[in-house]
């Protein structure tokens, strides 16, 4: 009866980046850990032992390759990655600062349904055996060393049949250290638990039953450490690891050639291989160096003579051989493969060699182990289940720290994955699913997620305070500094009718049908909040504080103004030229500031209307004729004076709400992912759907609070009218908010630093406001940006918003549910962007 292997991996080659960027990490390594084993993963920093763990747990794709878990690709159900059947202690701490030990572990608990009593005595239980400070204190208030080891005890915890372990002893005293590996140890031994550890201390993984010793992206060797050491004949696996590391650099800069086949053949770690590859180096034409060839005929001469066979390429398609670069093809890199065999079409297999003697040791054991990989590629479903070992604790400190009478994970059914324990050895169809698969929420994860982000958000009290407050904050400093009128600008006013002003002398003052000092009568009807004048004596001076940037205006009144105007108004148009200029008001502007200049503009122009109006009346004249012959009307909607800050206050609503909604998702998952609690989540079960849905729940009720908020400062604070329905503004609201929470996924999908991150949002902010409409209309831009304008997200939304608020439509009207279709679909864009971006990553990242 066969045993299926736990981590099965063929030919893995794994790249990252893309173009000149795509650096090669995993090429064409194999390894295998057999159930109930420990297997060390040794190599230098980078040589790429994270980048298989992750792809192990499924968090990352292979180019090119297999990896099998439990006979199932991981993602798929027979494999139980993501789920409870494997434990994952990520590099990362992928632990929550603001949780204390106990809540980080429950948090898990309930991640993986585990029962009360069962999380309790494994709580109790883990504490001893990992030394954990007391139960209260917060993650972040730990050591790196502590925090290690609250890493390790989630790992544990729901006691997992396969345990992957990146690094779990570093930083660890070597006293805890010897305990974590004693505790590795009885858990094979007596749990037939299975694990795999990476590790930089190369001593302690003498307690591995099996290391695989990686370099390169490459398996050097992958043996029990005994067989190395034997092999070797050296004293610790430190000296075994530099050999192996020697051999190999020396075989790379020979272009492996010689070095590599002497080896091969006289070398017994190599020796009655079926196969050998080496690399011929090529000249500047391409061409395949003399040296390099007279290499390989040395070789097919001297195995020849060693055993009598044929020496024939080997067919590199078929995966008969080990290749050694195969991320290149062979034809770029000159890589030769030879198979020896009695006859060039049936390939020599020294296994099935009927003279078993001729086997050296090596050999037989790789015949074995060769044997039980073909039988794990064709056994049936009537191999064993997944063997009933008993998943209990050690057998010493569970007596200790379990009551007898406390079930454990074994013992109760394992739901997710019964069906794969029962057919261990088969290999499931290629399925492409993956963590990140649409699924339904499940209640008892999503739960646990939403209590998880409910419980950051009050620890952080003060950040979530501002968070919260935030928008409106920023609505109330919108309403005050943005559009109301320009108050107290000074004006030079030289009147030469009453040049006694400049002395401190009051202009005379009539209020009845008096024809003297209308220049006086003129001033006073301007309005004093807006404008303050200051006498100046001649219009050189006045004109020379304008430049000075003292005043903004010079008005002049010339000396017979009075007399003048009432010439032309009793001539009319038979006025003569210096009738003309001797009635005229002179206003000399500085026109460097758009809304001073057009506010002074039209309080001069109302004051003169009301200046008429005011003679007219008071010499019982019709005061209607006083007026333009160009009437506004009543307004068909709106007010006549509208204030630009009416115009402003919809885009601005939608704006504020957008953009913290882009903010606070982009920083939470960005978050989330760098401290590796989302792959260690997305591990254990939870969906990306979930996270999603805990995280919108969360936003969601944040996003609410917010919104109430921000329209009671507009609307009711500062009195913006609305003349719509205020359900139809908050719906608008919230959907904009939304679909800045998608956009704030897909930056934080895209970017894996805050840093770029920031530049991203802030880089689409600008061009959102300036464009959509929000400062200016849409009507003052060139008609090919209009046009470009209408595919932002947030430019339909605020023309809606502005039709419901200044117009009182409503959703029936196709000028405000356009806003709501586009807020909707680009919510729903964003989202499958960021799933595409998702998937590509996996690949690429
Ligand atoms: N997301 C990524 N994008 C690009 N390169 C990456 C990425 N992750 C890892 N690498 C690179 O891949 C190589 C292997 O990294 P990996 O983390 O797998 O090494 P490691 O053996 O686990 O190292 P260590 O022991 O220091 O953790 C390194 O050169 C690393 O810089």
Same mark, same amino acid.
């Given at each position: ?18 173009? #000149? ?5 995993? #090429? ?18 980078? *040589? ?6 992750? *792809?192990? &747990? ?175 004949? /050296? ?46 180096? !090529? ?10 060839? #007279? ?7 001297? !195995? ?30 000159? +890589? ?90 088969? !290999? ?6 993956? =963590? ?12 646990? /997620? ?10 952080? +009290?003060?950040?979530?305070? $501002? ?22 600008? #000074?004006?030079?006013?030289?009147? %030469? ?9 009051? *202009? ?45 205006? &010079? ?5 017979? $103004?009075? %007399? ?15 009738? +003309? ?68 206050? =919809? ?34 079960? &939870? ?34 009218? *609305? ?87 409503? &959703? ?34």
């Amino acid at each position: 009866m066969a045993i299926v292997d736990a981590v099965y991996v063929r030919n893995a080659v794994k790249s990252y980046g893309v173009g #000149k960027k795509r650096s090669h990490v995993l #090429k064409s390594l194999d390894m295998t850990l057999r159930k109930g084993t420990i297997y060390g993963l040794l190599g230098a920093s980078g *040589c790429g032992k994270t980048t298989l763990l992750s *792809c192990i &747990v499924g968090r990352r794709r292979l180019d090119s390759g297999e990896i099998l878990v439990f006979g199932g690709e991981p993602g798929t159900k027979q494999s139980g990655i993501p789920g409870r059947r494997v434990g994952y202690m990520p590099q990362e701490l992928a632990l929550y600062g603001e949780f204390t030990i106990s809540e980080t572990l429950e948090y898990f608990g309930r991640i993986y349904s585990l029962p009360k009593d069962f999380v309790k005595v494994q709580k109790e239980f883990l504490r001893k055996l990992l030394d954990l400070p007391d139960g209260n204190r917060y993650v972040k208030t730990l050591s790196g060393g502590q925090q290690r080891r609250v890493s390790f005890a989630v790992a544990l915890f729901h006691e997992p049949e396969l345990l992957i372990l990146d690094e779990p002893t570093v930083g660890v005293d070597p006293l805890l250290r010897q305990s974590i590996w004693d505790h590795l140890v009885s858990l094979v031994r007596e749990q037939h638990k299975t694990v795999i550890i990476t590790t930089h201390y190369i001593e302690e993984a003498r307690q591995a039953n099996t290391i695989g010793m990686m370099r390169s992206g490459r398996l050097l060797a992958e043996e029990s450490p005994q067989t190395l050491l034997s092999i070797y004949n /050296l004293p610790s696996l430190e000296d075994v690891f530099l050999r192996l590391c020697m051999v190999d650099v020396s075989s790379k800069n020979n272009a492996a050639t010689i070095s590599v086949i002497t080896d091969g053949v006289d070398n017994p770690a190599f020796a009655g291989l079926r196969s050998v590859s080496f690399r011929t180096s !090529k000249n500047a034409d391409g061409q395949e160096e003399e040296d390099s060839q #007279k290499n390989m005929k040395h070789l097919i001469k001297y !195995k020849q003579s060693l055993s009598g066979m044929n020496v024939a390429p080997t067919d590199l398609n078929k995966g008969y051989w080990k290749k050694s670069d195969s991320v290149y093809t062979p034809e770029e890199k000159g +890589i030769v493969g030879l198979t020896f065999s009695p006859s060039g079409d049936n390939l020599y297999d020294p296994c099935t060699d009927k003279d078993q003697n001729l086997l050296s040791d090596e050999l037989a054991h790789q015949c074995s182990q060769s044997s039980r990989k073909d039988n794990r590629k064709t056994e049936t479903a009537d191999a064993s289940p997944v063997p009933g070992h008993n998943f209990r604790l050690n057998r010493s400190e569970e007596n200790l720290f379990r009551p007898s009478s406390t079930p454990s994970l074994d013992q109760r059914s394992h739901s997710d994955n019964s069906s794969a324990a029962s057919t261990p050895g088969q !290999k499931t169809k290629k399925n492409n699913r993956s =963590p990140y698969r649409f699924s339904l929420p499940s209640a008892h994860r999503s739960s646990a /997620l939403i209590r998880k982000n409910v419980m950051q958000t009050f620890r952080n +009290i003060g950040v979530f305070l $501002f968070v919260f407050l935030l928008p409106a904050v920023e609505a109330i400093l919108f309403c005050l500094a943005i559009g109301n009128d320009p108050t107290y600008l #000074k004006v030079a006013v030289v009147n %030469d009718e009453f040049p006694n002003a400049t002395q401190g002398m009051d *202009c005379p003052f009539f209020d009845d049908c008096t024809y003297e000092y209308y220049s006086c009568r003129f001033l006073r009807h301007i309005d004093n909040q807006t404008i303050v004048k200051i006498p100046y004596p001649t219009v050189d001076l006045a004109q020379e504080a304008a430049k000075k940037g003292d005043v903004w205006a &010079v008005i002049h009144m010339p000396q017979n $103004f009075t %007399d003048e105007i009432m010439v032309r108004n009793s001539q009319g148009s038979d006025s003569d030229m210096e009738t +003309i200029i001797g009635s005229q008001i002179s206003v000399n502007m500085d026109w460097t500031n758009q809304q001073i200049s057009l506010i002074i503009q039209r309080r001069l122009m109302d004051a003169f209307e009301d200046f008429q109006k005011d003679i007219l009346t008071t010499c019982e004249l019709e005061e209607a004729a006083g007026t333009l012959p160009l009437q506004f009307i009543n307004p068909i909607y709106g007010e006549p004076n509208p204030s630009f800050m009416h115009f402003m206050a =919809p885009g601005v609503i939608l704006t504020i709400l957008y953009f913290i909604a882009v903010a606070l998702t982009a920083a939470v998952f960005i978050n989330e992912r760098k401290q590796g609690l989302l792959d260690r989540s997305l591990v254990a079960g &939870v969906t990306m759907t979930e996270v999603l849905f805990a995280h919108l729940a969360n936003q969601l009720m944040t996003l609410i609070g917010q919104t109430v908020l921000v329209l009671v400062t507009i609307f009711v604070v500062f009195q913006v009218p *609305c003349n719509g329905n205020i359900m139809t503004v908050s719906a608008l609201s919230l959907l904009q908010g939304l679909c800045g929470m998608c956009f704030g996924l897909l930056i934080s999908c895209l970017c894996d630093e805050e840093t770029s991150a920031i530049h991203f949002a802030v880089g689409s902010f600008y061009p959102n406001l300036l464009l959509s409409g929000v400062m200016w209309p849409i009507e003052g831009m060139p008609t090919f940006m209009r046009e470009f304008s209408y595919f932002l997200p947030q430019t339909y939304a605020v023309e809606s918003m502005r039709n419901v608020i200044a117009r009182g439509w409503d &959703v029936d009207n196709p000028e405000v549910y356009l806003g709501v279709v586009c807020s909707v679909s680009w919510a729903l864009g964003l989202l499958f962007l960021s799933a595409a971006v998702i998937r590509i990553r996996k690949y690429t990242g």
